[in-house]
DNA sequence: CTGAAAGCGCTTACAG
DNA sequence: CTGAAAGCGCTTACAG
């Protein structure tokens, strides 16, 4: 049960070569001659030999561990990014330590800690970090911190990601060119669907309609909040005609419910969600969205750690695209 | 930018003692003088230190890293129980690296060799292993291995969850108790929904009825299946009175569908999850469900570690609970 | 309650 | 292309 893991000296003791080869083999394997590498790799299946990476990052001052800090996973709408740079990062040999913050990021500060202590590559943070504290610790700091999901006007260190406030206005004109005329928002309160909505506001009110209105909902958003959303619309007068949603799963379950009432989407009443989930195409009707590609966050996200470690200095904001999923909905 | 991080030895010099006495303030505070440690403290915050547990896991042999490997993120069953699992952990001083191990588990051998090289103190399997080579090889490692979300005959080592046969039976009752009589099950192809399945229709024939019908969808399974699970129903005759579904996304799906084809649920048919994720409890009808305590699997890992690092065997089958959570849809 | 010393298992200039 | 030696930043018996 607990027989002692074999060292690199017993690797190189049995390849007939010192450890500082049976390292390089590993690390810089171009290196190492053909024939010593083909007794190394012998010797190394024979003790079924496991690097040792604790004592790796200790000697090397490079952890290739990165933390991931999402508020919550359990339904996120972050979770396809998640996965993405998840799988990015560990095909390209690094560990991932993931933390939550929550979801009012109440665990922050304390996640860092714990990932400073692990001396991280790299911090990776989905949302945005408004504690001035915080920001400014990190500033200056010998890690890597990327801020994701958003392009916020004066980084912490690096940002890869969008404008919300450029979604908001890129859905405003998207409405509009449908046809639709009295817009209606469900804004989950956290700031960036607060962005998204001031964006859809301003191109919006731009040309001299009236604002749209808008209902608050909790974030982060859930299916249930369809039932809510459905519920403000009873009491108004004129009814929109358009419900901007600040999430598929809140389109979701607006449009179940709207079904249950008997009112027609899109006939009746258009609906549109935020996320491009996967449920979005597979609803009934297809729920129209807006994409992110958390695969491109997670490989921008590679490239540019890539480059800092090589020496280069990066653009503070390195643009991500987003584009509108017309589907059957709105 | 770049500034070297100060070390243990800065603060035991500004503090006046060694470093010795500052390491065990972090490890073992109860053992040092309240006064020395308070100057400790003072030492800690004037320097910003933040211990280096790459160093400290290679100098006790001891990681305080625990591996969490899942199929998959985006839209996974496990996710409530992920969640859990990673707060309880981090809660307890532990950090947690994630792998993900792809649906089919092809890559469960390449994360299980990355835990291995950090050092992990224990490598904790969302699902079941059915490689024999990789058992063999786990089976007498010094790490821990426990296997949740089931209860195999035969663990690993260690497993913590539930018999999904015993589920199935379960819920063969509850849906014969509710005087449902042509039961229909829609099993994505995992092991533990095809247990289900065995064990629902082993309870469910040995009544002397005649076994239920049953449709097989791929895994991971998500919404749009329950599209097909509906068209699965068109050509029966007799139509089922009820459908068992792997999932509540699938019974969501389904319920969407079958509203669209003008079909009442669960007054025509009625419809069963699994999972009892929160949307179960949103949708409109509400579902009936099977609910998994993601909390107490975690917990009783958590626990199950700490026995075992104190010196104690452990039973190799830990059972946890579920419930069958009744609802409107069935 | 505290300190001096050895050691954890690697990596990396340096020299050849 | 390879080896000897120093060092990465901690922890932990051991002794007091």
């Not at 390849?15 to 500082?20: D, I, K």
């Amino acid at each position: 049960m607990s027989k002692r893991q074999p060292r690199i000296e017993e690797v190189s003791r049995i390849a007939g070569v010192s450890a500082s080869t049976v390292s390089r083999f590993f690390n810089n394997p171009g290196v190492v001659a053909d024939e010593t590498a083909r007794r190394i790799r012998e010797a190394i299946d024979q003790v079924g030999y496991v690097p040792n990476l604790n004592a790796g990052s200790l000697a090397s001052s490079r952890s290739r561990i990165i933390a991931v800090l999402v508020p919550d996973i359990a339904q996120s709408i972050f979770n396809d990014t998640v996965e993405a740079m998840i799988e990015e990062l560990t095909a390209h040999g690094n560990s991932v330590m993931i933390s939550l913050t929550g979801s009012d990021n109440s665990l922050l500060d304390r996640q860092i800690d714990a990932a400073l202590s692990r001396r991280v590559d790299a911090i990776i943070l989905t949302g945005v970090v408004t504690d001035a504290a915080t920001r400014a610790r990190l500033k200056n700091h010998a890690t890597a911190v990327i801020e994701t999901w958003a392009l916020p006007d004066d980084p912490i260190q690096i940002a890869i990601g969008f404008s919300h406030f450029a979604v908001g206005e890129a859905t405003a004109r998207f409405v509009r060119e449908r046809g639709y005329r009295r817009p209606h928002l469900v804004v989950p309160q956290s700031s960036r669907a607060i962005e998204r909505a001031n964006g859809f506001t301003a191109a919006w009110t731009a040309r001299g309609d009236e604002a749209p209105t808008a209902q608050p909902v909790s974030s982060p958003s859930h299916f249930g909040q369809g039932r809510l959303a459905f519920r403000g619309l009873a009491d108004m007068d004129p009814r929109p005609d358009v419900v901007v949603c600040g999430s598929d799963w809140i389109a979701q379950g607006l449009i179940v419910e709207a079904n249950a009432a008997g009112i027609r989407v899109p006939d009746t009443l258009a609906v549109m969600g935020f996320g491009n989930l996967r449920l979005a195409g597979d609803m009934r009707p297809t729920i129209t969205s807006i994409d992110i590609d958390g695969h491109q966050i997670a490989r921008e996200t590679i490239r540019a750690l890539q480059r800092k470690a090589a020496g280069e200095v990066l653009p503070p904001r390195l643009p991500v695209d987003f584009r509108i999923i017309a589907r059957e909905s709105a």
